[in-house]
């Protein structure tokens, strides 16, 4: 029984947890990445004067989480590098939460 009820603490605080660190990633979405890249993913107007990707069209889409961690940690052609102003873990989170825009 008392297996059960650590057990059980743990799963509320994971899914605590998972659900803080997704909101954690939008808010940081809405701060750093919307401005060019819009709302949804697909570009804001000023963004796509820039030449921001569409993050849910190939071949942005069609990248790994890997390629999407490298660009927005260390930048590519106008996106800024944010190695430095953004953590390991927050980067992989904006990544997760990128890939749910549609």
Request: charge should be positive; aromatic fraction near 6%; include cysteine.
């Amino acid at each position: 029984m008392k297996t059960r009820t650590i057990l059980a603490a743990l799963f509320l605080l994971t899914a605590s947890f998972a659900a803080a660190s997704a909101q954690d990633a939008a808010a940081t979405y809405k701060a750093k990445c919307a401005m060019c890249h819009g709302a949804d993913g697909k570009g804001s107007a000023m963004g796509q004067k820039m030449g921001a990707r569409d993050l849910t069209a190939p071949p942005a889409s069609t990248e790994s989480d890997s390629d999407w961690i490298t660009i927005t940690t260390k930048g590519k052609n106008k996106m800024p590098a944010y190695d430095g102003k953004l953590s390991a873990d927050q980067i992989s989170g904006l990544v997760k939460y990128i890939r749910t825009l549609k």
